[in-house]
């Protein structure tokens, strides 16, 4: 049963507006969030994170948003740039990291023109 | 500071093969893993170590071994190759938030594995 879910396979949004990314999980004793994003043929690359005992948070164009009620988060990119075409993965884990991340299927971020 | 390396970058094996993939880092850091990336999959965990000498299971570990005997290598080794295990593998390190670190994982460029 997957824990993380990224229910859109892919998203498409023009040059300049805004895209918003979601991810719901099921496991509440997550409490450490984490956005990578992936190009072709290379490793992911963190891009940010969120703590449990936040709901937002800031690092210049992108934005994380927290809601434990609901256990959904969502990444919002804004303007959004060609540079930002790739994969995005959200991952989760509980306290400490020790035994891993828990990643969901990734959604395919195209910015046209 | 080269950050998390992985070698080969591309191996191709036989069914029954063997092989090992090296990971290095050079960030300090105390958390090492290992996962695959299947197609239209996300990244699952194979095996993970929280120290030198030590290693742990993770959510895919059937048919691979690992082993840390240095704190900044982590070895994935696969004993006889099959090509369910055809696969992209990605190495991850980590300084624990317990220990003055964030929990986030930094990855390796991976290696594409294909056994025939």
Known sequence: DQQVKQNSPSLSVQEGRISILNCDYTNSMFDYFLWYKKYPAEGPTFLISISSIKDKNEDGRFTVFLNKSAKHLSLHIVPSQPGDSAVYFCAASETGGADGLTFGKGTHLIIQP | ?116
């Open chain 2, 1 to 116: 500071n080269a950050g998390v390396t992985q070698t080969p970058k591309f191996r191709v094996l036989k069914t029954g093969q063997s092989m090992t993939l090296l990971c290095a880092q050079d960030m300090n850091h105390e958390y090492m893993y290992w996962y695959r990336q299947d197609p239209g999959m996300g990244l699952r965990l194979i095996h993970y170590s929280v120290g030198e000498g030590t290693t742990a299971k993770g959510e895919v570990p059937d048919g691979y071994n690992v082993s840390r005997l240095k704190k900044q290598n982590f070895l994935l080794g696969l004993e006889s190759a099959a090509p369910s295990q055809t696969s992209v593998y990605f190495c991850a390190s980590s300084y624990p938030a317990g220990r003055g670190g964030t929990d986030t994982q930094y990855f390796g460029p991976g290696t594409r594995l294909t056994v025939l």
